[in-house]
């Protein structure tokens, strides 16, 4: 074909030698509208085709090909691989670098459709809404990392005509530096074979990371970083080997669980607590919740001191008797087993705490078995307001710091 071309120059008047400059120009010229030609049509006719086949499909793995540029990678490599094709046929001395160049685009082109495959891969994967699925993306970018530099070393080994070999060799003979470039890729990538491999962390799951000011939902896992949002929509990234390293803590035992913990403690006044005389049982008696308690403990302490002949007319001291604050902690047990948002099947406890010179602390213990963050703060705020609410019902008085109205009163009181 080239010696047709050589010879229509050669009758139109022109030289030997420029006839055959202008015949190598004439067929790269030919080749390369040819291949414009052939991406044109399958780009405006074939993809437009492809796209809309999937769009009628219910397939997810198409969809996710289309969105990788898959599809379009493809049918870029086709007018590329007919022009080395049709270059091959040509006389072996002519476009040498031009073939290189050519297998080498080939390589290169290669290496990014098996990159739009795997980010079809990562892509179907995530879009799975599963609390046990695992983080795939440091995988997949350390596969596209190896995938790019393999191909890399490839093609530069085709433009020099050496073997790929040689420089695979020369790059281990680079191990140190190839470490030193390398040393994140190669730590979040160990980093993340761990974390998949103990089920450390997921996406979706809730991470306080204090280190960091991390303290909220992990939305990325990558090979070199974490990304996670925290509760005021902020954005915290995390080295992905830090989370090997350093310790971070993982709700996502709470949120599998069956409650989520309520763990406060109120503060009592000692100074109002006080022994239970007739007048405050009557009064305990009417409170439904104590009324068969009241009466049970009752009964059983007046037979224990019976038993013993305790002398209860000389002093309060003298035997057992109940107590504004233990009848309270009876009606707080019982207000919270009543509860319809109590989980009571996981740890129940009402307890007292070491005293402090702020008062005696009592405990509540207990999951709620709604663990949506609001809902849980709203009974949790109403467990709290309705104990606020009951304590002077039982004589007793919370601890706080005297204010600035405290000694104003007592102030104006002294005048």
Same mark, same amino acid.
């Given at each position: ?6 010879? $229509? =120059? ?25 291949? *414009? ?23 997810? =793995? ?31 001395? *002519? ?7 050519? *297998?080498? =685009? ?182 439904? $919740? ?55 099947? *996981? ?25 949506? =963050? ?9 467990? $709290? ?21 405290? $000694? ?8």
């Amino acid at each position: 074909m080239i010696k047709s071309i050589q010879q $229509f =120059w050669v009758d139109t008047g022109v030289s030997v030698t420029s006839s055959e400059h202008l015949a190598e120009g004439t067929i790269l010229l030919i080749v390369a509208l040819g291949s *414009l030609s052939i991406y044109w049509v399958l780009r405006n006719y074939l993809l437009r085709l492809i796209h809309h086949m999937t769009l009628k499909t219910t397939n997810q =793995w198409d969809d996710a090909l289309m969105d990788a540029k898959v599809f379009h990678r493809v049918l870029q490599l086709i007018p590329v691989t007919l022009s080395l094709l049709i270059l091959e046929q040509m006389t072996p001395g *002519l476009f040498i670098f031009l073939k290189r160049v050519l *297998l080498a =685009w080939v390589v290169i082109a290669a290496a990014r459709i098996i990159d739009g495959f795997f980010e079809s891969i990562s892509t179907i994967y995530h879009s799975k809404d599963s609390d046990q699925r695992k983080p795939i993306r440091p995988f997949i970018q350390v596969l596209v990392i190896v995938d790019y530099l393999v191909a890399s070393i490839m093609a530069i080994g085709i433009l020099i005509d050496k073997s790929p070999w040689h420089l695979f060799g020369l790059l281990g003979g680079l191990t140190a530096v190839t470490m030193l470039v390398f040393k994140d890729t190669i730590l979040g990538f160990v980093a993340g074979i761990q974390l998949g491999a103990n089920d450390m962390i997921r996406e979706g799951d809730w991470i306080e990371m204090p280190k960091y000011g991390a303290d909220g939902d992990v939305i990325e896992v990558t090979v070199n970083t974490v990304k996670v949002q925290n509760w005021d929509k902020t954005i915290s990234t995390i080295p992905t080997y830090a989370l090997i390293s350093d310790s971070f803590k993982n709700w996502r035992g709470m949120s599998e669980s069956a409650g989520r913990r309520i763990k406060r403690s109120i503060f009592i006044d000692m100074t109002t607590v006080r022994f239970s005389d007739d007048e405050m049982l009557a009064k305990f008696r009417k409170i439904e $919740f104590l009324k068969e308690y009241v009466e049970k403990k009752q009964s059983e302490i007046e037979a224990a001191n019976k038993k013993q002949k305790i002398d209860l007319s000389s002093t309060v001291v003298n035997g057992r008797r109940q107590t504004n604050l233990g009848i309270f902690r009876a009606y707080l047990e019982r207000y919270l087993h009543n509860h319809p948002k109590i989980n009571k099947d *996981l740890t129940f406890l009402v307890r007292h705490l070491q005293p402090t010179s702020q008062g005696l602390p009592i405990e509540i213990y207990v999951f709620s078995s709604d663990k949506v =963050w609001a809902n849980y703060e709203a009974i949790q705020a109403d467990i $709290f307001d309705h104990i606020l609410a009951a304590l002077p019902e039982f004589e007793l008085r919370v601890f706080q710091e005297p204010t600035g109205a405290d $000694f104003a009163q007592l102030s104006t009181s002294k005048k």
